[in-house]
């Protein structure tokens, strides 16, 4: 009976650590596409009606899908606390808090960080082509984490599930 | 000369006291990093009550315009007029009253550069200096940014007591085509707001029905507006069109408000004076000023020259300050224009 119990619960964790991978596999496009749209949006917000960036990233958050809304929640708040924060000093804190808990990968991070650097410090015209570069940029990396997403998405789910029997059988 | 009228300096006379130096300081020391704005916190109430402007100059020392005279401060936040010790404003003082001022988004500020000024909450004022960037010979924008000039506002109600009565047409319920003129930091534009707010609010003391006024307010100085929205008292019946060119804003207001006043601050160009040529025409009446210290150096300009040929304006006022910032020196009628023989405007 305990051999049992063990061996479903072996099952069980190794088809869950499958599937927490598998799902940073699909989350990663869901997060970029997010992401792009973001900077889209802001784009459209910051040269067509130069909004302040605070504005202009509350906009975004209520526009976007969870979980990047939760960044530019983050770095709107900060904005607008008037604690002295930079745009860059926002973007880049909140950032760090995002990346925690977050599906993209480190070339995703530091295209996001890249951006930072540069965010509301020149002219509509500037901004618009760092915001565009950013997008592209994200584009990319999306093609790529799609491509990698139908790859490895049923193999880890499978392999979770199927290295526990294995495990399980081989114990037995 | 002397036997012109000669009103009390309006502005120290004022009915009511100088309005906002607690508040203003604090809606400044909200754009400064904090290590500036707990540096100018320790100068004396005293003091900073009487503070006009802070000069940000980088590598160069903090300057304070505190009652009529320049102070440098040093670090312990003593104001000296000496320049020695006093703390040097450095290139990341600058930034974050950038970052400050524009809400981290230089962008937004484009049109603001352009001009060179910003105005702040409150209608406090920053003048920017730096690096121009041109774009067919004309200024596109500002950049290194080296030096910020941030000018209190102070609205003081009141400033215009002891010469509002002599620029109403009681008969007509209305006010006279009025020109103030004064040489610069005389203040005209300080009189004009707190006249535009008596004229909009009505005076029931002197039987004055309040009436609509039309504000142009090229420069954001008369409102003091911040996004569109003034930030001083300009009565309950002003409209104000921000940051419009005067000429086209004259005839905006004349074509889209019906203002029964259309008041602009520092006309000069041919443009404007067309301009008010056409509100003239409508029945509008006119209250504006002008950067000249007497009628003769104003009727040497071609475009002013041609303004007192209408002979439309019926009042000017020189300011000037021989009893303190916002003296009316003299008030002339349209029949004292210089060389039309001289005739008592009032008595």
């Known amino acids: ?172 | 000369m002397n036997k012109y009228l000669i009103t009390k300096p309006v502005l120290h006379a004022s009915a009511e006291p100088i309005q906002c130096p607690a508040g203003g300081w604090r809606q400044i020391a909200a754009v400064l990093p904090s290590n500036l704005a707990d540096l100018i916190a320790r100068v004396t109430p005293r003091y900073l009550n009487g503070l006009e402007e802070i000069r940000l100059r980088r590598d160069r020392p903090l300057m304070l315009g505190l009652g009529g005279s320049d102070y440098f401060l040093r670090q312990d936040g003593t104001p000296v007029s000496e320049p020695d010790g006093a703390y040097l404003v450095d290139a990341a003082d600058l930034e974050k009253v950038l970052h400050n001022i524009s809400g981290s988004s230089l962008y937004a500020l484009e049109e603001e550069l352009k001009n060179g000024y910003v105005t702040l909450p409150g209608g406090h004022r920053v003048g920017l200096t730096g690096k121009a960037v041109l774009e067919n010979g004309r200024v596109k924008t500002l950049k290194y940014l080296s030096g910020l000039n941030i000018r209190v506002c102070r609205e003081i109600k009141g400033a215009a007591n002891g010469l509002i009565k002599h620029l109403i047409e009681h008969q007509a319920q209305n006010v006279y085509h009025t020109v103030i003129f004064s040489p610069p930091r005389c203040g005209k534009t300080t009189l004009l707001r707190d006249l535009v707010r008596q004229v909009s609010n009505g005076l029931p003391g002197m039987q004055f029905a309040g009436r609509t006024v039309g504000v142009v307010d090229e420069r954001s100085e008369i409102a003091g507006c911040h996004r569109g929205v003034p930030q001083m008292d300009v009565g309950v019946r002003t409209d104000v069109l921000d940051g419009c060119p005067k000429a086209q804003g004259m005839m905006m207001l004349l074509r889209a408000m019906s203002p029964d006043v259309i008041v602009t601050d520092e006309i000069g160009s041919m443009e404007d004076i067309h301009a008010l040529e056409e509100v003239f025409n409508a029945g509008v009446r006119v209250i504006v000023t002008i950067h000249a210290s007497s009628l003769r150096e104003l009727a040497n300009r071609p475009a002013l020259k041609y303004l007192l040929q209408l002979n439309v304006v019926e009042r000017f006022v020189l300011l000037g300050r021989s009893r303190g910032v916002g003296t009316v020196e003299k008030i002339f009628s349209s029949a004292d224009l210089p060389g039309l023989g001289v005739k008592m405007c009032l008595s």
């Open chain 1, 1 to 172: 009976m305990f051999k049992l119990i063990g061996g479903l619960l072996v099952v069980v964790a190794s088809g869950l650590a499958g599937w927490q991978v598998s799902r940073s596999y699909a989350g990663r496009p869901v997060e970029l596409r997010q992401f792009i749209s973001a900077l889209q949006l802001l784009e459209t917000e910051i040269t067509y009606a130069a909004t302040p960036l605070y504005e202009a990233l509350s906009g975004v958050a209520e526009q976007v899908g969870v979980p990047a809304a939760s960044f530019f929640r983050q770095v709107a708040f900060e904005l607008g606390a008037h604690r002295g924060y930079s745009a860059r000093e926002a973007w880049h804190g909140a950032l760090e808090v995002y990346s925690r808990r977050s599906a993209l990968g480190p070339g995703d991070l530091s295209i996001l960080r890249g951006l930072g650097n540069n965010l509301g410090m020149s002219d509509r015209e500037d901004q618009s082509k760092h915001l565009r570069l950013a997008a592209e940029q994200l584009k990319t990396a999306m093609a790529m984490a799609e491509e990698a997403a139908t790859k490895n998405v049923k193999l880890w789910n499978y392999m979770g599930l199927l290295g526990g029997l294995v495990i399980v059988l081989a114990l037995y």
